[in-house]
């Protein structure tokens, strides 16, 4: 819960009327003083005592990426069949089902970008929830949480964002120059991301034309490169 994206997404669920509590292997700040000041409940490390103590009546279990098979809570949690999503799964379902969605990908730049196209749409007056990989100055933490169109720095699975509008404010694609498997991973990222786009929807591309021409070359002639 001590993740960006995981203390974002408890910090709206609380925000939304849900009681929230959560564990990390390691609990320290700035997330774990944000997330206290809400009155989130934290427990450090993964002891499957919880099940039996503070998550005894959890209506759903949200399981980061960090957590995987033989993680002694997530096999406590499997063996007694208790509910469980992972986070891009439950802030889909709860939250982007009927929102206008603006995501944010690429390689470089997605914070930035995402807490500027939030205050961007907060000063047109349409009250956007953003969530993004860092603490931003102004919200005192990594969430504005709004009431309409949310923009999210795109750090989880593509497939549930289904954003009305995607933008890429950069992405790296020469080989010879980037670690191995950056290209490949950043056009991976790019894809998925067009995708699982709404029908209508927007992708935009803020790089150089031969970036582009790496990317989109022979694929989905709908997107828009700028």
């Excluded at 289904?162 to 490949?184: E, K, N, R, V, Y």
């Excluded at 935009?204 to 970036?211: D, E, F, G, R």
């Amino acid at each position: 819960i001590c993740g960006t994206f995981m203390g974002g997404l408890a910090a709206i669920a609380q925000a939304a009327g849900h009681r929230v509590t959560g564990c990390d292997a390691n609990v320290y700040p700035p997330m774990s003083t944000q997330l206290r000041a809400l009155g989130i409940g934290l427990t450090e490390g993964w002891d499957p005592g919880q099940m039996e103590g503070v998550a005894a009546d959890a209506d759903v279990f949200v399981v980061g990426n960090v957590v995987s098979r033989g993680n002694p809570l997530l096999e406590a949690i499997l063996d007694a069949g208790r509910p469980y999503v992972s986070g891009p799964q439950w802030l889909s379902e709860n939250l982007l089902r009927d929102k206008w969605v603006l995501a944010v990908a690429g390689t470089h730049g997605k914070t930035t970008t995402t807490a500027m196209a939030t205050e961007v749409l907060a000063a047109g007056g349409m009250n956007p929830t953003g969530l993004v990989g860092g603490t931003v100055g102004g919200w005192e933490s990594n969430l504005r949480f709004g009431g309409a169109a949310p923009a999210l720095r795109a750090c989880c699975s593509r497939r549930h964002l289904c954003p009305m509008f995607a933008l890429i404010p950069c992405a790296s694609a020469t080989p010879a120059t980037d670690a191995p498997g950056t290209s490949h991973a950043a056009t991976s990222c790019i894809f998925k991301l067009a995708e699982w786009r709404r029908r209508g929807s927007r992708l935009t591309l803020l790089t150089s034309s031969m970036v582009s021409t790496y990317f989109f070359s022979g694929h989905h002639p709908s997107l828009f490169a700028h």
